[in-house]
């Protein structure tokens, strides 16, 4: 396949009003079973155990428009929950056997109980990760938990998982972040050689199909791109912080690189790069899960930092990429992030680390106001720093 | 006031007098060089602290007495400059900006804290909240973390992990106060609260009366407060000695909170707090009376059962913890809410919806739906905010409050059942 016709199809992977793929994966012999994922992160390595598919769902973007979720959420609550809430509505998901929200934020929190009343029919299950990382009851809790939610899948599934399942799943989850890790250190080296916004259609769609589906999409693609003839251009070295939940358009994903900015991190779709390093196939299943999950997982707006706090982390990160400033590009309403803006700011004027930030919606459509700011952002690294 | 009457007052009074002299002697802890320890009202662990001669600080009662006091305008802007949203929730801002205006309060100066427990249940804008206070003030922060009640029935799996978080927490007090834990003073100071819980539950279900002596929403606010600041202590359990005699002789001499009883209503959500009396007058004229609230729960479901135990000290802490209104999940909400119309015998459901707190909003607009249409209980559904003063547009929210008590007195005039909830 020609790397444009395999961008194209990821990116149809969530651009589709009508989600046909999914459907097409529900009418396949035998009917693979999908479970949707609210984002940042939720435990697929338990659905991939059961032998379904983890659908990663992050709203409906600019597919939908919202009409029936404004009786049930109102006009403050941030627009992912809106438009997932409307894609439900118009049965637009009816493919999925179930949706699990994590304990992100108290909007996916209470989602889950809408949920749970307005489609009785599906599964809709929180789950509720520990905050106290340094609580030696940490794990054998989350363990009990991860057990809890094995418990409501395995009833959709069929088939209870056993410890092999478990490291398959395991061994999957681990080659497709190995993938996504290689494409993320390519970009920091050569961003130039992989456009933000294709790169980013690639990671993305690999959370909505099979997984032994998309490697080798995401490999081709890697491949393709280290050897792009593409070369540099005159552009700023960014980090792209505050869109780990609702994402921004793909074309404002676009007029950042337009307006002059190289994104060299980012956390995008961060749940698809949850584990800082591969889970273990050895031991406990749960028990190896559970630790990951809490020793191992990225700082995020999402989960308590501990002690050090999230600045020395974010400006870690700029510092390693070489970023020359950082970006937040924030959800409207999406609290986890504009809480940690306001601690961020400082740590990053501490360092003397320039940033600019703005909201974004999934439906935003225009985008020259934010194009003016990044490019008068842009100037003046290019002529000041 | 003739010996008749020698009780009443009391509730509001006595508890105005405790919280005054609470917040001076928060103000003296730091040139008698004692402990502070900040932390939340939902699922608070006020016991296990002063056990170790902590003074307690609750930064949300903070921000809701200078809602009420109408100075957190001021601080909210403060917030703003910091970077802080327009979007987000109001009483974090008023203590962020409180705090970088010199921790002077209308209460008094607020000493800082030598420990910060985040003990979130039912909030997660408490872990933001609490990250940024350990930023700030550079004290140690422990997160206390409440599994939600996503499921019906409660998790012993939660319970556990909560319990084994207090015996952690227990080990830093020690580490940080070079105090012993003392079980016997515990055992002690729950035995009181228990008490204390005894009578509240009482004061709540004198509501069911009809008229009732009590609300359970504009009055519960101040009633509730030594419940939630002083827990333990004797003033605490002599509070409530005083409020129940307080509602006792109200239902001897069928003395009511709105004068004439005329429609009888639920609230769901917190008040506005800076415009607490202007609200509370919009119900008071249409004589109101809420004979029950989800708002008096956020600091404990202590009517559906919920008590602190000194035979099971943290067991039973860790299920009061799990048990905050805000920490149950939605279906638990309703349900609740429903008996609440149907056991207190409402003429209708008045949800108040604020911007600030996403923990109680998202899903209200849903539970209007179930009401109304589903449960056919006349519901009301207004918005504001409970620390933002500028988000309050008195004229909108009158218009709507007079059509709905209109259309509920024509409703009585023509005879038409009030339909109950089903039960």
Redesign the interface.
């Known amino acids: 396949m020609a790397l444009d016709a395999l961008i194209a199809e990821c990116r149809e992977w969530f651009t589709d009003p009508e989600f046909r793929r999914l459907k097409a994966l529900r009418a396949e012999t035998p009917p693979l079973r999908l479970i949707g994922c609210f984002p940042v992160y939720t435990p697929e390595e338990v659905v991939l155990a059961c032998g379904m598919v983890p659908v990663h769902l992050y709203g409906g973007g600019t597919m939908v428009e919202i009409d029936h979720a404004d ?4 006009s ?2 941030c627009s992912i ?1 809106r438009s997932t809430f409307e894609l439900g509505f118009t049965r637009r998901l009816d493919a999925l056997d179930g949706l699990l929200f994590p ?5 996916s ?6 949920w ?3 489609f009785p029919d599906r599964l809709a ?2 789950v ?1 990760f ?9 794990v ?2 989350l363990r ?2 991860l057990q ?1 939610l094995e418990a409501k899948l395995a009833p959709i599934a069929g088939v209870a998982p056993g410890a092999d399942d478990y490291r398959r799943a395991f061994a999957l989850v681990n080659r497709q972040r190995q993938a996504v890790s290689e494409l993320y250190a390519l970009r920091a080296e050569a961003p130039w050689k992989a456009p933000l916004a294709d790169a980013y259609a690639v990671v993305r769609a690999g959370g909505m199909m099979p997984r032994g589906r998309h490697l080798p999409l995401i490999e081709q693609a890697l491949a393709e791109w280290r050897e792009s003839p593409a070369r540099p251009q005159d552009r700023v070295r960014v980090v792209l912080e505050g869109s780990f939940c609702e994402q921004p358009p793909l074309e404002l994903l676009q007029t950042i690189e337009e307006a002059g900015c190289y994104v060299v991190n980012d956390d995008l779709v961060l749940g698809q790069r949850w584990h800082a390093a591969p889970l273990p196939l050895e031991g406990d299943p749960l028990e190896t899960l559970a630790r990951h999950i809490l020793e191992r997982c990225v700082p995020s707006a999402v989960h ?2 501990g ?1 050090q ?3 020395a982390e974010l400006v870690r990160k700029a510092r390693e990429s070489k970023a020359e400033g950082v970006v937040f590009c924030m959800a ?2 999406c ?2 992030a ?6 961020l ?2 740590a990053l004027e501490a360092e003397g680390i320039p940033f600019l930030a703005f909201e974004f919606e999934e439906k935003m459509s225009t985008f020259e106001s934010i194009r003016t700011q990044l490019e008068t952002f842009v100037e003046s690294i290019l002529l000041f720093s | 006031m003739s010996d008749a009457y020698r009780y009443q007052g009391t509730g509001r009074n006595l508890q105005k007098e405790m919280l005054g002299e609470w917040f001076q002697r928060l103000s003296q802890a730091p040139a008698r060089g004692e402990p502070v320890a900040y932390l939340f009202i939902s699922g608070n662990i006020a016991e296990l602290l002063t056990n170790f001669g902590f003074h307690l600080v609750y930064p949300e009662v903070n921000a809701l007495q200078c809602g009420i006091k109408k100075t957190a305008g001021q601080f909210i802007l403060k917030a703003e400059e910091l970077g802080y949203s327009p979007d987000v929730c109001g009483y974090v801002k008023n203590d962020i900006g409180l705090l970088h205006s010199g921790n002077q309060s209308p209460m008094g100066n607020l000493p800082p804290p030598s420990l910060l427990v985040c003990n979130y249940s039912g909030c997660r804008t408490y872990v933001k909240w609490f990250e940024a206070l350990a930023e700030f003030y550079k004290a140690p922060l422990f997160m206390l973390d409440v599994p939600y009640r996503r499921d019906d029935a409660l998790e012993a799996g939660d319970l556990r992990y909560v319990v084994g978080q207090m015996q952690e927490l227990i080990a830093l007090c020690e580490k940080l106060t070079g105090r012993r834990f003392d079980p016997d003073r515990l055992r002690e100071e729950l035995a009181r609260t228990r008490q204390a819980e005894d009578y509240w539950v009482r004061i709540l279900e004198s509501a069911k009366r009809v008229p009732s002596p009590f609300d359970s929403y504009f009055e519960a606010v101040f009633f509730m407060a030594p419940l939630y600041t002083l827990r333990g202590t004797p003033d605490c359990l002599r509070y409530y000695e005083a409020a129940w005699q307080e509602i006792e002789e109200r239902i001897t001499h069928g003395i009511g909170p709105a004068g004439e009883e005329r429609f009888r209503v639920v609230i769901e959500g917190p008040p506005p707090w800076p415009h607490f009396r202007a609200f509370w007058e919009m119900f008071q004229r249409w004589g109101v009376v809420a004979v029950a609230s989800t708002y008096s729960k956020v600091g404990g479901l202590y009517d559906q059962g919920v008590r602190h135990d000194p035979a099971r000290p943290l067991e039973s802490m860790a299920e009061y913890c799990m048990n905050c209104y805000t920490n149950w999940h939605l279906g638990l909400r309703r349900d609740l809410i429903r008996r609440y119309c149907h056991d207190y015998r409402a003429d209708g459901l008045v949800i108040h919806s604020v911007k600030s707190c996403r923990s109680f909003s998202v899903g209200q607009a849903d539970t209007r739906e179930v009401f109304s249409k589903e449960l056919g209980i006349p519901t009301l559904f207004i918005e504001s905010d409970l620390a933002d003063p500028r988000y309050f547009s008195a004229a909108q929210l009158r218009n709507r409050i007079d059509a709905f008590f209109e259309g509920l007195a024509h409703r009585k005039l023509t005879s038409l059942p009030v339909v109950e909830a089903r039960a």
Do not use: T
């Not at chain 1, 304990?103 to 909007?107: E, G, K, L, N």
């Not at chain 1, 929190?109 to 809408?114: A, D, E, P, Q, Y």
């Open positions: 009786s049930r959420l109102q403050f609550v929950s304990s992100i934020c108290d909007v929190r209470n989602l889950s109980g809408l749970r009343r307005n299950e929180y509720h520990p905050e106290n990382f340094a609580s030696a009851h940490a054998p809790y009990h938990e809890r308590h930092p002690p706090g999230r600045g409207k309403f609290e986890p504009l809480y940690d803006f306001a601690l700011k400082r």
